[in-house]
C-alpha cells in the first residue's frame, strides 16, 4: 500500500511579505516614539527659554513634492506588472529609484542648510535639543529610504531578468508598499515639524 504524500498548505501571508509588515510596525512604533518625545518635552523646554524655533530648511519641502511623485511612479510600476507591461515596469522602478535618490540629495542639502544655521545635532546651548529632534527624525527617515532603494534596485534587477510580471509578484508588492509606507511616512513627520516648530 502506497502513501500518498500530502503537500503543505500555503500560507495565507507569504513570511516575506509577513516580515515587512513586522518590520513597518515595529518601524512605526519608533517614530511614534520619537515624535511623543518631541510633543512632551517642548513645552518643558520652552519654560525654561531652552527651544530654539526655527524654520525647516526648503530642501524638506522638496523632498516632500518628490516624495509623492516618487508614491505615483511606483503605482503605475505594480500596475504594469500586474497587466504584464514589463518594459513600462523596469521603466517606472528605474524613475522611482532615481527620485529616491533624490529625495537623498534634497534632504542632505536641507542638513547642510541647517549646518549653516547652526542648527546642528549637538547645539551650542546644550540644554537646547530642538534641532536635535529634526535630525533624529529625519536621520531615522533617510535610513529607511535607503531600504527602500535597496528594494528598488533588487526590483529593478529581478525586472531585467523578465522576473516580474503578474505571476511574479511577491518582490514587487513588497517593494510597492514599503515605499508607500515610507512616503507617507515622511509626509506625516515633515506636516508635523512644520507645524511643531
Known amino acids: 500500500m502506497t502513501k500518498t504524500k500530502?503537500?503543505?498548505?500555503?500560507?495565507?501571508?507569504?513570511?516575506?511579505r509577513l516580515n515587512m509588515w513586522l518590520f513597518m510596525v515595529s518601524s512605526s512604533m519608533l517614530f511614534a516614539a520619537t515624535v511623543s518625545?518631541?510633543?512632551?518635552?517642548?513645552?518643558?523646554?520652552q519654560s525654561r527659554q531652552a527651544w530654539t524655533a526655527f524654520d525647516l530648511p526648503?530642501?524638506?519641502?522638496?523632498s516632500t513634492i518628490i516624495v509623492i511623485l516618487s508614491s505615483v511612479t511606483i503605482f503605475y510600476a505594480q500596475k504594469?506588472?500586474?497587466?504584464?507591461?514589463?518594459?513600462?515596469?523596469?521603466?517606472?522602478?528605474?524613475?522611482?529609484?532615481?527620485?529616491?535618490?533624490?529625495?537623498?540629495?534634497?534632504q542632505y542639502l536641507g542638513w547642510q542648510q541647517?549646518?549653516?544655521?547652526?542648527?546642528?545635532?549637538?547645539?551650542?546651548?546644550?540644554e537646547d535639543i530642538s534641532a536635535s529632534y529634526v535630525w533624529v527624525i529625519t536621520v531615522l527617515h533617510f535610513v529607511h529610504?535607503?531600504?527602500?532603494?535597496?528594494?528598488?534596485?533588487?526590483?529593478?534587477?529581478?525586472?531585467?531578468?523578465?522576473n516580474v510580471h503578474k505571476k511574479s509578484l511577491g518582490l514587487m508588492t513588497i517593494t510597492h508598499t514599503y515605499w508607500h509606507f515610507v512616503g507617507v511616512l515622511w509626509i506625516f513627520l515633515y506636516l508635523f515639524l512644520y507645524f511643531a516648530e
Not at 80 to 103: H, Y
Not at 145 to 162: D, M, N, R, Y
Open 37 to 45: 518625545a518631541f510633543i512632551v518635552h517642548r513645552p518643558d523646554a
Open 80 to 106: 504594469s506588472a500586474k497587466t504584464d507591461e514589463l518594459s513600462a515596469n523596469k521603466n517606472f522602478l528605474l524613475l522611482t529609484t532615481v527620485l529616491g535618490i533624490a529625495f537623498c540629495v534634497s
Open 145 to 162: 529610504i535607503l531600504g527602500g532603494i535597496g528594494l528598488l534596485i533588487a526590483t529593478w534587477i529581478q525586472a531585467l531578468h523578465l
Open 114 to 126: 541647517m549646518v549653516r544655521l547652526d542648527l546642528t545635532f549637538v547645539n551650542a546651548r546644550p
Open 58 to 62: 526648503i530642501f524638506f519641502f522638496y
Open 6 to 16: 500530502i503537500k503543505d498548505p500555503l500560507p495565507a501571508v507569504p513570511p516575506a
